[in-house]
């Protein structure tokens, strides 16, 4: 691990416990893709403060908060699912640029000519309005290799009923 003074490790050991003795929502992820800097494949806390309406994601090393009004949608998906959203969504540009470019490598292993009961890994997908007012997208893997489809299902359920009410057309989300 890189070197984190004693001092940040106990303050972030401390915050995760405040927020787990308080019984916020919580996952534990390996982060994907979605914020400059941050390596792929590095665990992190996401959770949601329920005291100040916004999202938390951290580890010793990074820490971001997210407004919950910004945030335009929350989901667990698996990669087949994925690609059913991005043929879905490709017209509407939100995707192309935030999903389809970190996955694409992902979603190239998957084969229609693999026999074999293939079992997916599931990702939260947090869609969201950046601080200058573009769509934006963090994504998380659920952590170990897990294949348990519903890892992310407790954490997206307990946040969801939280977020703005936006308006829906179809398919398609107006932001």
Do not use: C
């Not at 890994?121 to 769509?135: R, T, W, Y």
């Not at 998380?140 to 897990?146: R, V």
């Amino acid at each position: 691990m890189a070197n984190v003074s004693k001092e940040r490790r106990q303050e972030i050991d401390s915050k995760l416990k405040a927020f787990k003795k308080k019984k916020y929502p919580y996952t534990n992820s390996e982060y994907v893709n979605g914020i400059t800097g941050w390596k792929e494949g590095v665990y992190y806390h996401v959770v949601y403060n329920v005291e100040d309406n916004q999202l938390e994601i951290f580890n010793y090393l990074n820490e971001a908060s997210l407004p919950v009004e910004r945030i335009r949608n929350i989901q667990t998906m698996n990669e087949k699912e994925i690609q059913e959203y991005q043929k879905n969504r490709l017209g509407s540009g939100v995707v192309v640029g935030t999903l389809i470019n970190p996955f694409a490598g992902l979603l190239v292993g998957l084969s229609k000519k693999n026999k074999k009961k293939t079992k997916y890994h599931p990702f939260l997908i947090i869609e969201f309005i950046d601080k200058d007012g573009n769509p934006d997208t963090i994504s998380f893997k659920a952590p170990y290799n897990s294949t348990k489809y519903g890892y992310f299902k407790k954490f997206v359920n307990s946040v969801t009923p939280y977020l703005p009410e936006i308006e829906k057309e179809g398919n398609k989300v107006e932001l």
